[in-house]
């Protein structure tokens, strides 16, 4: 099922970005190629030294929403520009993405050539010109395939953030694993699992009764319990290694497996600490009254998960994945 | 009796470590097991098990990446809209139960922008919050868990952690419905 769903995301993905990129480009959402008439407040007229205009393209949120359609701009725009003469008969103004830059801009500039700072072309200013504003008429540089450069992007940064977890979870894992040797060595799991017994056997009755395995299974949902997830996590890896030596099949997932990876997702947690920790920053006046809905919410995944692997592991389906060997 | 519920925890959660370093090692000590020793034995290991995980992670990464960059889920959430509107469900939460499972980062992005437009004491802001703290990234526990050991063919695992985040969700929904509305 996982080949399913992982072929769907990405399929799914590229196609939706596709189409959203053909829907922007027959709406032309991004009026490329359309003129768009501003006012140009000057805060710097060219010097002999400097050859460029320095000010701020200023636009009322309606004018600009008549151009891009509703909700491009919420509030007047109050765009910095640089404007420079290419001698090609046209200038460039260069805008760079800030406070006072329209949404749309915004996002536009994002996938600008020069990203983070959109340009457009004018008609030259006259040097000579009086006043302290002028009237200009940009066209904004062509937007073309916002999502699927997305896409192409997010592929790039997401396996290297990928390989950045992973190699974090080196130090910490060193640390917990050792702690957990030593633990094991000194008899300490034994005791642990063997006080657990009860609930073990009904949970994982594949699992030997005072298999290591029940140990760090226990010690990693306790910590998720807690809230520690550095110390959750090789725990948990710790457990399907011990899992995995009762594994009759490698590369195979068991049911005791997928019993275990059930309670993980499942995430029971006394506080939720981090959706605590959101609401505080976003002004909630109890920022702790999420965490009985939390533990009901949780406590019903959690049920559910440990529910349904029991009841699926009896599918013929996915009893043969793990028979094949014993035939 | 929730705030000394919650201070009892956080406590629990602070000393934890602390706890667990003094009694795991102290034990060792005790039971005259050779404690630094066995400690870098047990955490040789670490470093394989990390690189172990990386193409699974890569793979998993990659594709909720594409996914999430292509506006997919907006999509989604605007053709299930009616449907999540008659279980009491505000289809603006619907975002958030569907990047939930996928990715850990995007669904607090999800959370905060929710609290943000509509307030975090809001019926939409504690449900957003409720299903935040209902469930787990089981992708990437999947890809973390079974990466480690090598484990390709994920069996039923699949859909019991689609199940378990279905039912965590419609549980939050619910719960916050009955006692928030």
Partial sequence: MLNYIWISLIVLGILVAAGNDAADEMENTYRNGVPLDVRFEIAKRPTPLRSTWEGTIVLSAAEFNSLYGPGSADSAVDQPATISADGSGRSTVTMAAGPGTPRLWAEMARHAADPGRLAATTPPLNPAAEGTALPLRIVVEPIRFVRLKAVTSAAIDYAAAAVNISIGLIGVMALWLGV???????????????????????????????????????????????GLNNAATPMGLKAMEELNKLNPRLGTATNAMVTFLAINTGGLVLIPATAIAVRAAAGSANPGIIIGTSIIGSGCATIAGIASSRLLQRLPRYRRQVEADHE | MSEAFRTLVNAAAVVAIPLMFVLFLGWGVVRKVKVYEVFVEGAKEGFATAVRIIPYLVAMLVAIGIFRASGALDLITRLLAPVTSFIGMPPETLAMAFMRPLSGSGSLG?????????????????????????????????????GSVGIRNTRHAVPVGLIADAVGMLAAVWVVNLLFR
Avoid at chain 1, 181 to 209: N, Q, S, Y
Avoid at chain 2, 113 to 136: N, P, R
């Fill in chain 1, 180 to 226: 957990m040797k030593v633990a094991e060595e000194a008899g300490l799991l034994r005791i642990i699992t063997r006080a657990l017994t009860p609930l073990t056997r009904r949970l994982f009755p594949d699992v030997p009764p005072d298999h290591p395995a029940l140990g760090a299974m226990i010690m990693n949902i306790a910590a998720n319990m807690l």
């Fill in chain 2, 110 to 146: 999800v959370m905060t922008e929710l609290m943000k437009v509509h307030g975090a004491d809001s019926l939409i802001g504690v449900m957003a919050s409720t299903m935040y703290g209902s469930s787990e990234t089981t992708f990437y526990v999947l890809a973390v868990y079974f």
